[in-house]
């Protein structure tokens, strides 16, 4: 039986959670912080109410927003600036309140759900949309409402709502009365409730969301997708993330720790407080174990009424253990905040003691070279949307790392604070990227729109939150951004990069640029890091103009391909491989857009130029957009393809119907949206893992068909040396050539029974592996990731179905329509099988396999303990069960 790993159960406990934010819930009754999930119990519904028109369009509301997040600034704008000046509720809009936003108003009629949820995922697909955001409806209005009981004992506390994202343009209301809200969906924030809220009795929030049509060039989702808490805290308190812990001087025998405390004064008079800092070594789920191993003085930290005050107090640790990628050492500072001898606040914060080095021989952690072989993310989670699933992030990053990963840029944006929880625990590097468009814009309603108010307060609110994370090692100002050839645009790289170094000096601001002069017009000097995407010949050219920059490949390869899928003739030109009538691409990882290039490319550019620093492969996941090149206009097969390739392209193009481009999820990733690994996972396992004994033949070998023609083999290996066996029969040995990482038969001739490879290292035996010709399709196989989860409605277990012969081989052209039923305390969540062309709802009891194999996904009803059990159906093929059992949830 396979139970709920450490690092699941870990994030099941409220107390644990809210420690993300810096903002942990002691257990003590002295404290006056609180902070508690609030994502149960909310009302849904899509639209404005009739009555309401444009009113609440983002300009009109602008004079009401901005306000918000001010506290994050430097120096706040004069309220003369903030015109028409702010009123209680924008109101006078059009004449009255928001039916929606009052406390009488009747939200029965809405849909109950709990958060976080993403309305878009729920489809339909609808052929008439983009591919570029997956053919969902993401976009549009929608609104939320929430009616709870604030006991009387909250009188005299301030009382937040923290919202980890919400997408997008958020406006809140409390009991009828406008609290404020923030426009960028992936920015974590707060609105302040206390004006407004009513201790000792109910209370109604309303949040009111719009997603631009034209507002990103991926699937963002809709909805509050992250979490969301309510924080009760004393109106003298320590402010939001406002605990920085640093190590400056960090070394095998001993470490210098800083602990940075900002306290917020929200009362009318000065605050005479004192600051107590305790260390203590964190346990597997982050929290203190044990006794303190150091602690401070008490020291007075006194704040004017109405402001804030900051003071830090160090340590010295002997023998610190440190944190890295194999040994994940945590400590834990305890803030704690006494006024009169009594506690008003206290917080917990995780962090790893570890020292970085970026340097023009790579990067080092403590003090040790580690490539970065990193995979770009977006953060959507397939079948289940972009709505927050712990369970669901921690199997992507175990995924992951099955192929040698040890790094994750959040492309193209701030993720969940709960990825990065995950990275510390699971060690895994990380870049965080705060854009994909400054103020000159890629769609009409992207974050351009937003940038010249609120990129400050969006870029301090990031680093902010995330800067006490180890796994955090980069910053990134912005992807691919148009600025880049812009005059001046230097300038305002230089003073986003300035706006982080005064939050965080303790790691390097990196960009991703496309555009080669990027290195040489004032942006690499804005920059700690040049990140290239895809010029990967621009190292060698660079390091000799430039010696002293820092290079990383920022985006890499865009490969592209389906699982499972083989177009014939193979050709090395990369605009072939592309099954049109199927809208599908090959999977021999030759091919990719005419702007990016193979991992074979890639690689041996970093060996030319060994001090570039390692690479963010686009993608880790296929993702939910951009299908490349199958987006909803065919026309894009024309930037697919060279010049030379256009013309014959372009003929080609004209006889497809091209209103009728089914492809909705991306052909980037090395395994695809349900998480299964394509051929290129064993490339990259076999280039990132040299030490793993390892070998992949590709293609499969069903190929009735192609009797007596060539169908070339690939052999991915970590080996030095390969021999190709057909039934028997040798078809060559070969050694690794410099700058080759695959091995090729390009002339073998099918037959069909078995392909065998053995491999060699060093003159050795290393790894062997078959591909075999197998039987026809005869029944199901089921195969959970986890076979015990917890009963609390959120765990997960990801079941791989698998169509196979008599003999339990996968049948891999099978297509075979399945049915699901579920008999006892569970339900199906969602069901997937990588095809990025396939519309059928992921909220389903039915799936086709593709290529032999279908994803379910379960989970325990709520509450509900016990077993259940899947079962899958398919006419012609024998079923299959399995069991899965649920726990009670235990809270700590």
């Not at 691919?480 to 170094?501: D, N």
């Not at 041996?604 to 620093?613: A, K, L, Q």
């Not at 066996?725 to 040798?730: D, I, Q, V």
Request: glycine share 8%; charged share 20%; hydrophobic share 40%.
């Amino acid at each position: 039986m396979h139970k709920p790993s450490a690092l699941l159960s870990a994030f099941f406990a409220l107390t644990i959670l809210a420690a993300f934010s810096n903002a942990q819930t002691p257990s003590a009754s002295d404290s006056a912080r609180e902070r508690v999930s609030f994502n149960a119990g909310w009302r849904f519904v899509r639209e404005d109410p009739p009555n309401v028109g444009k009113s609440l369009n983002y300009e009109r509301v602008k004079p009401w927003l901005l306000p918000c997040g001010d506290d994050l600034l430097n120096m706040s704008p004069p309220a003369a600036l903030r015109l028409p000046p702010p009123a209680p509720n924008p109101a006078h809009l059009y004449g009255r309140a928001i039916d929606y936003t009052t406390s009488k108003f009747n939200d029965s009629a809405w849909r109950a759900l709990d958060l976080p949820h993403d309305w878009g995922i729920e489809g339909p697909f609808y052929q008439e949309l983009t591919g570029k955001t997956a053919k969902l409806p993401w976009f549009g209005v929608a609104w939320y409402r929430k009616t709870f009981d604030l006991p009387a004992t909250d009188a005299g506390r301030r009382i937040y709502l923290e919202l980890d994202g919400a997408m997008s343009y958020s406006m809140v209301w409390i009991n009828g009365q406008f609290a404020g809200g923030w426009p960028y969906g992936y920015s974590s924030w707060r609105v302040d409730l206390t004006p407004h809220i009513k201790p000792g009795a109910k209370n109604v929030i309303a949040i009111r969301l719009d997603n631009p049509r034209e507002a990103s060039r991926w699937y963002p989702g809709g909805g509050i997708y992250r979490n969301t808490w309510l924080l009760k805290t004393a109106p003298v308190a320590i402010a939001q993330w406002g605990v920085f812990v640093t190590t400056p001087r960090v070394t095998a025998t001993s470490a210098i720790v800083d602990v940075a405390v900002t306290l917020d004064n929200k009362t009318d008079a000065r605050a005479e407080t004192k600051l107590t800092t305790r260390l203590y070594a964190a346990d597997a789920n982050g929290a203190p174990s044990g006794s303190a191993i150091a602690t401070a003085q008490p020291a007075a930290l006194n704040a004017p009424a109405l402001n804030q005050a900051w003071i830090s107090q160090t340590f010295t640790l002997e023998n610190p253990r440190l944190w890295s990628l194999g040994e994940r050492n945590r400590y834990v500072a305890e803030t704690e905040i006494t006024q009169g001898g009594k506690v008003i606040d206290r917080v917990l914060t995780p962090f790893g003691i570890r020292s970085i080095e970026h340097t023009t021989e790579g990067f080092f952690l403590n003090g040790k070279r580690v490539p970065i072989r990193g995979v770009c993310m977006h953060h959507d989670l397939g079948a289940l949307g972009s709505a927050l699933n712990l369970r669901a992030l921690e199997r992507q990053i175990e995924i992951l790392q099955s192929f040698g990963t040890n790094a994750i840029r959040t492309s193209h944006n701030p993720p969940a604070p709960e990825l990065l929880e995950l990275c510390d625990r699971m060690g895994m590097l990380v870049q965080v990227e705060a854009f994909d468009a400054w103020a000159i814009g890629k769609v009409r309603d992207d974050y351009s729109r937003l940038f010249p108010d609120w990129a400050e307060k969006d870029l301090r609110a990031m680093v902010r939150r995330d800067r006490n994370h180890p796994s955090v090692i980069q910053w990134s100002i912005g992807n691919e951004i148009r600025e880049q050839a812009a005059p001046g645009g230097w300038k305002t790289a230089a003073h986003l990069a300035g706006v982080i170094r005064e939050e965080d000096r303790t790691r390097p601001v990196a960009a991703g640029f496309n555009v080669i002069q990027s290195a040489y017009n004032g942006m690499m000097t804005a920059v700690d890091i040049v990140g290239y995407n895809y010029k990967p010949r621009e190292y060698a050219k660079v390091r000799a103009t430039h010696p002293h920059l820092l290079l990383l490949g920022a985006e890499t390869a865009s490969t592209i391909s389906t699982r499972g899928v083989y177009v014939f003739p193979v050709s090395d030109n990369k605009a072939d491989g592309l099954d049109r009538q199927n809208f599908q691409m090959s999977s021999y990882d030759l091919y990719a857009p005419r702007w990016a290039t193979t991992p074979d490319d890639e690689w041996r550019s970093h060996d030319e130029v060994p001090g570039v620093m390692g690479e963010f492969v686009w993608t880790g996941f296929d993702y939910l957009g951009e299908p490349t090149p199958y987006n909803s206009d065919t026309t894009n097969l024309l930037n697919f393809a060279g010049a030379a390739d256009r013309a014959r392209m372009e003929k080609e193009m004209n006889a497809l119907d091209k209103k009728r481009v089914p492809s909705r999820s991306s052909y980037f990733g090395i395994v695809d949206l349900a998480g299964f690994p394509k051929d290129r996972y064993y490339l990259y396992q076999s280039h990132w893992m040299p030490d793993k004994p390892m070998a992949h033949i590709l293609p499969h070998w069903n190929w009735p068909e192609r009797i007596g023609q060539v169908t070339p083999v690939h052999v991915y290996t970590s080996g030095d040396e390969a021999e190709l066996f057909l039934n028997g029969k040798s078809l060559g040995r070969k050694k690794r050539g410099q700058y080759e990482y695959r091995f090729r038969w390009n002339d073998v001739v099918y037959a069909p029974g078995e392909l065998k490879v053995v491999t060699y290292k060093n003159g050795k035996p290393w790894a062997e592996t078959t591909t075999l010709t197998t039987g026809g399709a005869e029944k199901l196989l089921l195969a959970a990731d986890r076979r015990e989860i917890r009963a609390d409605g959120r765990d997960l277990s990801f079941i791989t179905v698998t169509v196979a012969d008599k003999n339990g081989r996968q049948v891999p052209r099978s297509m075979n329509k399945i049915n699901f039923s579920i008999t006892g305390p569970g339900e199906i969540v969602a069901v997937d099988n990588g095809d990025p062309t396939s519309h059928a709802p992921f909220q389903a009891s039915e799936r086709e396999a593709f290529n032999g194999l279908a994803l379910v996904i379960v989970r325990a009803k709520p509450g509900a303990t016990g077993s259940f059990t899947l079962r899958a159906e398919s006419e012609t093929l024998a079923p299959a069960e399995i069991a899965i059992s649920a726990n009670q949830e235990s809270r700590e």
